[in-house]
């Protein structure tokens, strides 16, 4: 099982940027995926999470407004649509899954990670 993430760079503050994440290994369809994030000192953070429709989202509070979680079942691809990046959006971006429907907000709520890709926004 893997996820892979891909789409992160340096982008001015206000630009944006879309993150990929694409499983492989197994269906991921009925499972929940999310995206966290982690910069340098502090702890992971929970940015959002998606459950098996584009209806079911969750977004934490620091990106609600600016940020959208989609997925697309049959590439077996959850997106994160970021937009007004703001310099302190900057951080390793993860993704995550987890085997239930269930839209988690912990880190370890969820079995399965990605290896992580840098968004840098400077100001």
């Known amino acids: 099982v893997q996820l892979q993430a891909s789409g992160g760079g340096l982008v001015q503050a206000g630009g944006s940027l879309r993150l990929s994440c694409v499983a492989s290994?197994?269906?991921?369809?009925?499972?929940?995926m999310a995206w966290f994030r982690q910069a340098p000192g502090k702890e992971r953070e929970f940015v959002a999470a998606?459950?098996?429709?584009?209806?079911?989202?969750v977004y934490g509070d620091s990106v609600k407004g600016r940020f959208t979680i989609s997925r697309d079942n049959p590439k077996n691809t959850v997106y994160l649509q970021m937009n007004g990046l703001k310099p302190e959006d900057t951080a390793v971006y993860y993704c995550?899954?987890?085997?239930?429907?269930?839209?988690?907000?912990?880190?370890?709520?969820?079995?399965?990670w990605g290896q992580g890709t840098q968004v840098t926004v400077s100001s």
């Open positions: 998606i459950g098996w429709s584009n209806r079911n989202t």
């Open positions: 995550a899954a987890r085997s239930s429907t269930w839209m988690g907000r912990q880190a370890y709520e969820y079995n399965y």
């Open positions: 290994g197994r269906t991921f369809s009925s499972d929940a």
